[in-house]
């Protein structure tokens, strides 16, 4: 798994590539954590991840229950596998998704 | 004063004599040994640090020695460094090949001695910290996996109308998953099957909490019911929901009974969130006496009702998984078993399975596989399971070692009625 990080202003961009599994999600969740600020706008692109496990939904988790009230989180690029995933454990109700990331732009407010 | 014992072989005395003069200087603890078959001798009977060994000696050389000692699981691991004369550097990088760790020229520096000598401890002492880091580790593992198995039913209950059977197969590393079977009031049968989030000793703690929490409040909820009211079968109550606008009417102690899964989110949600753990679960209460089998689903994989000819259908998750939403409400759905009808649940070790290319078994070939197996006449839960386990375990040979594989099966048979 690599994670690239685009800082914009106040946006940042997480581009994640590869599998998000047990052994990868602790990497990930430091990586994605200290990028939670007050006023956040963060994009996660995830198209380039073919497979999670329930550690990557962990770290999702995470990454919401710790996003301040005027933090923003928008999930992009989810494959169906993820998106399948998600809908059946109920994580999609907890995000922002969207299909790109020029969609994602638009998301943020 | 360093604690270290150091042993000398060489079969000349005046080598022996000044190295262990020079090493005794310099602190360690020196024993001698003049030919390799006494240096093996010595090795076995006492505990060295490290070994200075010349490789021309008569009896044993030092090439035999080394042969040896890397033979040797307990030995092995004692650092070897080769002391030679300058002209003999083909001799040492043979030795070097045989597992020594490093070599001293002859004539002995003292510096360079002493350099070598505190290197080469230093790597063992490192080594010797890894290992025992390592069986730390693997204990912790061990632990995990322990508490996991012990949350297990030991066995499943036998039951008249019911068969059921069941495989666990932890991955190397400890996971979370779980099943349950256990027996209520009024003939009724808890199943459930969940897998918590992730792995190690935390998902395994948290399957011990998750698993303890829908136990004890199925089994009080039963309890309670039975002395609240004189019969508690002849109450029932109305469930609806925006899916199920027409309402499913339950017996009382069935709805009590699943309401557990709630009971067991909000208590996770309220107490446990900052872990940011969570399971998905199936829950299911079948009426032996009915057939009828209501079940919430927390975002679990959905289990396949099995008949006779075909896959009868899928209970599909009917809220989210447990300990993601505080106050989430879960759905509740019932499906209607005939005799004969079978139910397979099972987690994501099973469908993410991977075969030594790397590919899934699969969701698809799961079902296909449970239908075939289902159709061939009289299988049993015991049967179908065992099949199923069969056919996982040759599919993902030679791959890399997955998740849990849970599995739990069961067979709705005609109820045997008393006299």
Excluded: W
């Excluded at chain 1, 798994?1 to 599998?19: H, Y």
């Amino acid at each position: 798994m690599k994670v690239n990080i685009r800082t914009q202003a106040e946006l940042t961009v997480i581009e994640v590539s590869g599998d998000i599994d047990s052994r990868s999600a602790p990497a990930l969740q430091n990586e994605l954590l200290p990028l939670v600020t007050p006023e956040c706008k963060l994009i996660l692109e995830l198209s380039q991840v073919e497979f999670m496990t329930s550690a990557g939904l962990r770290v999702l988790l995470s990454l919401r229950r710790q996003l301040p009230q005027n933090g923003q989180l928008v999930l992009v690029g989810l494959n169906d596998q993820i998106r399948d995933t998600m809908t059946t454990t109920g994580f999609l109700e907890l995000f922002i998704i969207q299909p790109t990331l020029p969609a994602g732009l638009a998301a943020l407010v | 004063m360093s604690e270290h014992t150091l042993l000398v072989v060489d079969d000349n005395q005046l080598n022996r004599d000044s190295l262990s003069r020079i090493l005794n200087r310099q602190g360690y603890r020196v024993e001698t040994a003049e030919n390799g078959l006494e240096a093996l001798e010595r090795l076995h009977c006492q505990d060295f640090d490290l070994v200075l060994l010349d490789i021309m000696m008569p009896v044993m050389n030092g090439y035999e020695v080394l042969k040896h000692l890397k033979a040797d699981a307990k030995l092995r691991r004692i650092p070897v460094i080769v002391v030679s004369a300058n002209e003999e550097i083909e001799s040492v990088v043979q030795c070097i090949e045989l597992g020594a760790e490093d070599y001293l020229p002859k004539p002995f520096n003292r510096v360079l001695l002493q350099a070598r000598i505190t290197a080469s401890l230093e790597r063992k002492r490192l080594y010797d910290q890894e290992q025992q880091y390592l069986e730390l580790v693997r204990r912790e593992l061990a632990t995990g996996r322990q508490i996991q198995t012990d949350f297990l039913p030991p066995e499943l209950p036998r039951l008249n109308g019911l068969e059921l059977a069941a495989c666990f197969k932890p991955a190397r590393e400890v996971a979370g998953d779980f099943f349950d079977a256990f027996v209520l009031p009024g003939n009724r049968v808890v199943l459930v099957v969940a897998d918590v989030c992730d792995k190690g000793v935390g998902a395994a703690l948290f399957m011990a909490l998750t698993r303890s929490l829908l136990r004890v409040l199925a089994q009080q909820a039963a309890a309670r019911l039975q002395l609240l009211a004189s019969d508690p079968e002849q109450h029932f109550v109305l469930v609806k929901d925006k899916k199920l606008p027409e309402g499913l009417l339950l017996a009382a102690p069935t709805y009590e009974i699943l309401q557990a899964v709630k009971l067991a989110n909000d208590y996770i949600t309220l107490n446990h969130n900052r872990v940011d753990m969570f399971a998905t679960l199936f829950f299911g209460v079948l009426e032996l006496n009915t057939g009828k089998l209501a079940y919430i689903n927390a975002g679990h994989e959905a289990p396949l009702h099995l008949g006779s000819n075909a896959l009868r259908g899928r209970l599909k998750a009917t809220g989210p998984a447990v300990g993601v939403m505080p106050g989430a409400n879960f759905g509740i759905r019932q499906v209607q078993f005939e005799p004969g009808d079978g139910f397979l649940a099972y987690t994501d070790g099973v469908t993410e399975a991977r075969n030594q290319a790397g590919q899934f078994f699969g969701e698809k070939q799961l079902v296909q596989i449970a239908v075939e197996s289902f159709e061939q006449a009289q299988v049993s839960a015991e049967g179908l399971i065992q099949k199923l386990e069969g056919l996982i375990q040759s599919y993902i040979a030679g791959g890399e070692p997955g998740d849990d594989i849970t599995m739990l099966t069961a067979i709705y048979t005609l109820t045997q009625q008393a006299d």
